[in-house]
């Protein structure tokens, strides 16, 4: 099993220009949810999706938009990126429901804009 | 007050000590509680879970504590491998399954 992977590892891109981010796990997870990490802030959850077919936003939504494609894939979209968009995101997974869920979570990808 | 707060350190301590971090969290509903270990540009990996009665895990040991709200984390005979950050999560008000993190403890470890 590979959990949870994300594509691209790195990215560099311009004010301005878009992307999105991949992410997709294979543990059969219901939930799924997008962090960035900045130094000093800690993880704060971007978009999250409680189960295929929903998505809610975290606690920085803003300049982002998610797309739950089925329940292995979570995408997060930056339409027009933008230098404080600079950071480490980190998809995860967990379980779900009323259980434990422990979150397990994906290499990163480091984005810097210019 | 931040909902998860921890000491950022760095914990600086010799091989084969024993050092501890605690973990206070806001909200006195929460249910779900984790150590997370995170090593420089990786991502955070599950540690262990902290149960209401304690649990142990080799050299690890996590407890809660509800009255004072916190967890706690001690790690025994440290090794340079456990030099890495400690990331507490509690799970949020709202939801069984959104977790909140805290910005993590580093520890080094000195030969």
């Known amino acids: 099993n590979a959990g949870v992977t994300q594509t691209p590892k790195f990215q560099v891109l311009k004010t301005g220009q878009s992307m999105t981010l991949q992410c997709a796990q294979d543990?059969?997870?219901?939930?799924m949810y997008w962090y960035r990490q900045d130094p000093g802030m800690g993880l704060r959850l971007i978009y999250y999706s409680a189960s295929e077919g929903t998505t809610d936003k975290g606690e920085v939504p803003n300049g982002y938009n998610v797309s739950r494609l089925n329940k292995r894939e979570f995408s997060l979209r930056l339409e027009s990126a933008a230098p404080s968009q600079t950071s480490v995101y980190f998809c995860?997974?967990?379980?779900?429901?009323?259980?434990?869920?422990?979150?397990?979570f994906g290499p990163g990808t480091r984005l810097t804009v210019l | 007050r931040k909902e998860v707060e921890q000491d950022p350190g760095p914990f600086n301590v010799p091989e084969g000590a024993t050092v501890a971090f605690n973990c206070t969290y806001s909200n006195s509903a929460s249910q779900s509680f984790f150590w997370y270990r995170q090593d420089c540009r990786k991502e955070p990996k599950l540690l262990m879970s902290v149960y209401s009665s304690g649990n142990e895990d080799g050299r690890f040991t996590a407890q809660l504590n509800r009255a004072s709200q916190y967890i706690s984390l001690l790690i025994r005979d440290s090794k340079l491998s456990d030099s890495a950050t400690y990331l507490c999560?509690?799970?949020?008000?709202?939801?069984?399954?959104?977790?909140?993190f805290g910005s993590g403890t580093r520890l080094l470890v000195r030969p």
């Open positions: 995860a997974s967990s379980d779900g429901g009323t259980g434990n869920n422990e979150q397990f």
């Open positions: 999560a509690v799970n949020k008000r709202d939801s069984s399954y959104k977790l909140i």
């Open positions: 543990m059969n997870h219901n939930s």
